[in-house]
């Protein structure tokens, strides 16, 4: 201890000289002291004031000399150091204003504004102390003889304490305005796991630190700490993110976590800290930070600001993402939306797309009706029973989403992605609240490689043909898409308009086909046949206008109509005379399954007054084959009126001889594929023959139909059939023409 002065004089705290520190230019070194630089060209002044200074504390840190004895030299010193808080500097050096020079200098050249300079100088005449503190940024003016060590001492401690406020209030203005950009750079970031990560950067910046820390939200009201699920994570805790808390396997950073959430506040501990951020109602955010030593209260201040900044944000980020949710997913299975698959099928496409890669529509069969009958509860659990299917035979590998109410869409590799997988998957019925569900589906596919480059929504759209175009031609089917199938749908969506208006235009007509005994060649009944003359006066066959009429609903009331149409008919011809006459009558698929078939038939015979008996409804063969056990209650309840049940097309579909004979038809129509071939050297009359002694032995009646020339009405006969239709008999003709058919041509 070497001084002249004792403390209890001075109120001056002496260091022991061993202590004394050096002067370093690393900036870790400068925290811990103050730099003191003195500039003048009289070496006495250097020694007398580092003498005078040395070994002090000011505010709990030592000072630190550097010294320049010209102007020159100090640009020179003043060029590398920084951090300097005061400059105790001489007036009178190389030139008389030689000091005042370096003042501009140091402010204006250097740019330090928050160093002190303490102007000091022998001859008070060389700078006017007043026009000197006001044109050169001088914080003090003192003469040296003025400057004794007390004065030197108090006036150098009112500068660091000075500099000291200086840089806290600029520190935080820089800080404030670190968290102003923080906030605006954080608000430009969409989806909350973007934002969260930028919290975490953002708070490191602004504490200079290395990002390590994660931040963790809790998930819907849930107050246990398992509640809380990290959305974000830096440096050692990045495999955590999307895991709850408890997977960080720290009890310290668990415990600190709960507790800012709980108390909702921030916790400052000795390495670490733990940001609360109030979030919305339901929604609270946590973050910890390792920040390897203690914040000061400038930095926790900061924080305090930054937190409710960003409070205000993570709840914009929240309303955000639960509207892109709403926007993009499907709320019930969970998966993405259609507006959402199309963005998916746009970003593959923007990239390379992998050779098989294909999409598929997959569309339950029968859904609404389902849904109707079962309740809409049912319905969606069924949907998820789907998409827990596909998403368990799938896995990672294929894309699952729902792109419509029974829609799914898959995107993967066609080795998955193809029909035969697919619809396997559909083998095993759905176990739905302890019910067995068998389900079906259709599927419309596409080929992603035909699109690179090209837009997802052209490719949902082709692929909504292929699916069409499936149902179109069956249930429980499948189509690829091809370029044609567009034009196609063009056409059809036309023709069904045209139908549409033509129907209610009346621009629809039936005609009538007559059935022959083929013993007796006498008729005994006819089939009523649709016909559709367009606007320019050509004849739209049945099988390209009926699917449309199907497909669209029209078929309802074009059936309904049609069927109207040949009871009139039939009455019409019992009251000529014709008693025993039967009408046949086409009844398509949509009609028969419809709620309100039986009631619409029974209001139909009674408003018409036909004899049900004289009644007999065709329906094709594979539309027998869907849904065995509703199809065999609707044949038994339009039995049960009277009316008769014929299958016809018979032979081109599928049905087994046991279900046949469930179903209690009451005649089967031998498909002309097969009468044709009665005459041909090929196959001959095999078929047409096995499917006469089928009827025989379940005691049906049989009727051959596409009859065209007398060989083959022959030869069925030959066979055991007793009836048929044909060009050979009478083509179909209008109403008005088949009374008098009957009486000449017919009666023969
Ligand atoms: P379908 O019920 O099998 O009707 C028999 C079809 O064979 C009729 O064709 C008839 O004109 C035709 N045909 C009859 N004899 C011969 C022949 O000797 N040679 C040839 N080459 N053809 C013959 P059309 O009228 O064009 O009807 C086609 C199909 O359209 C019908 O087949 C039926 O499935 C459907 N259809 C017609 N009218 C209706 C209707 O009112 N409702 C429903 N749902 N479908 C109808
Ligand atoms: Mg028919
Ligand atoms: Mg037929």
Redesign the pocket.
């Given at each position: 201890m070497g001084a002249s002065m004792t403390p209890a004089d001075d109120d001056l705290v002496f260091m022991d000289e061993n202590s004394s520190h050096d002067g370093g230019s690393a900036d870790a070194q400068h925290a811990h002291v103050w730099r003191v630089m003195i500039i003048d060209d009289d070496e006495d002044v250097h020694s007398s004031t580092t003498f005078a200074l040395s070994n002090l504390e000011i505010q709990h840190r030592p000072l630190n000399f550097l010294h320049a004895y010209s102007a020159a030299q100090a640009r020179e010193v003043l060029a590398r150091e920084s951090d300097i808080a005061v400059i105790l500097l001489d007036v009178v050096m190389e030139q008389d204003d030689a000091g005042l020079q370096l003042v501009r200098h140091i402010r204006e050249t250097c740019g330090m504004a928050e160093v002190r300079i303490i102007l000091r100088t022998g001859q008070p005449g060389y700078a006017p102390e007043i026009e000197a503190i006001r044109d050169y940024d001088i914080n003090d003016y003192k003469t040296k003889s003025e400057l004794t060590r007390i004065k030197l001492f108090t006036t150098v401690t009112a500068a660091i304490r000075s500099y000291e406020q200086i840089r806290a209030i600029n520190a935080s203005r820089r800080g404030l305005d670190l968290i102003v950009r923080a906030s605006t750079e954080l608000m430009a970031i969409h989806g909350l796991q973007n934002f969260a990560a930028g919290v975490i950067t953002q708070i490191a910046g602004l504490l200079s630190l290395k990002p390590e820390g994660l931040l963790c939200v809790q998930d819907d009201g849930s107050d246990t700490h398992d509640g809380l699920f990290i959305i974000a994570a830096a440096g050692n805790y990045t495999t955590l993110i999307n895991r709850p808390i408890s997977a960080i396997g720290n009890t310290k950073v668990i415990n600190t976590l709960s507790q800012a959430i709980k108390d909702r506040r921030n916790i400052y501990g000795a390495d670490y800290t733990a940001l609360y951020f109030a979030g919305s109602a339901t929604r609270e955010f946590a973050a910890f930070l390792n920040t390897g030593a203690a914040l000061n209260e400038m930095d926790k201040r900061l924080l305090e600001v930054f937190c409710s900044n960003i409070s205000v944000g993570l709840d914009n980020v929240m309303l955000v993402s639960r509207l892109h949710q709403s926007a993009f997913y499907d709320p019930l299975c969970k998966l993405p939306n259609r507006t959402r698959t199309v963005e998916i099928v746009g970003e593959m496409l923007a990239g390379k797309v992998k050779k098989d890669t294909t999409l598929a529509l997959v569309d339950i069969d029968h859904f609404s009706e389902i849904n109707d009958t079962l309740g809409h509860q049912f319905g969606d659990q069924l949907l998820l029973a789907v998409a827990a299917r596909f998403q368990k035979q799938f896995g990672e590998q294929v894309s699952v989403s729902r792109v419509g109410g029974d829609t799914f869409a898959l995107i993967g590799s066609g080795t998955l992605v193809n029909p035969a997988t697919i619809l396997s998957l559909f083998n095993t019925p759905f176990s739905i609240d302890g019910e067995a569900v068998q389900l079906s589906s259709t599927l419309g596919l596409v080929r992603l490689t035909d699109y690179q480059g090209g837009s997802g929504a052209a490719v949902i759209k082709d692929a909504d043909i292929a699916l069409k175009r499936a149902k179109l031609r069956q249930r429980a089917g499948h189509s690829y898409f091809s370029p044609n199938m567009e034009t196609e749908i063009r056409e059809r969506v036309r023709l069904m308009h045209a139908l549409r208006s033509a129907f209610e235009k009346k621009r629809l007509f039936?005609?009538y086909?007559p059935q022959i005994d083929l013993a007796t060649r006498r008729p005994v009944g006819a089939?009523?046949?649709?016909?559709w003359k367009s606007d320019d006066g050509t004849l739209i066959?049945?099988?390209c206008f009926?699917p449309i009429a199907e497909y669209s609903g029209l078929?309802i009331d074009?059936?309904e109509w049609?069927l109207r149409s040949a009871c009139q008919e039939l009455v019409r011809l019992r009251r000529l005379g014709f008693h025993d006459f039967m009408m046949s009558?086409?009844?398509?698929q949509a009609?028969f399954r419809h709620p309100r078939f039986l009631d619409m038939l029974e209001l139909a015979l009674e408003d018409t007054q036909a004899p049900a008996t004289a009644i007999e409804l065709?329906i094709?063969e594979s539309m027998a084959m869907e849904d065995p056990a509703t199809l065999i209650k609707t044949i038994a309840q339009i039995k049960k009126l009277g009316v008769s049940v014929a299958i016809?097309?018979f032979g081109t579909g599928f049905s087994s001889l046991n279900y046949l004979q469930q179903l209690h038809v009451d005649r089967i129509?031998i498909?002309?594929a097969f009468v044709t071939e009665i005459t041909s050297a090929k196959r001959g009359s095999s078929i047409a023959q096995m499917i006469i002694q089928l009827g025989h032995n379940l005691g049906l009646s049989v009727i051959a139909?596409?009859?065209?020339d007398d060989r083959q009405a022959e030869i069925l006969l030959s066979l055991g059939c007793p009836l048929a239709?044909?060009?050979?008999f009478a083509?179909?003709m209008m109403a008005d023409d088949l009374p008098k058919w009957l009486e000449t041509d017919g009666d023969r």
């Open positions: 039936v005609v086909q089939e009523a046949l649709l016909r066959p049945p099988d009926i078929i074009l059936g049609v009558i086409n009844v398509s009609q065709e094709t016809d097309d129509k498909d002309r139909e596409g009859v065209e239709q044909g060009f050979l083509r179909p």
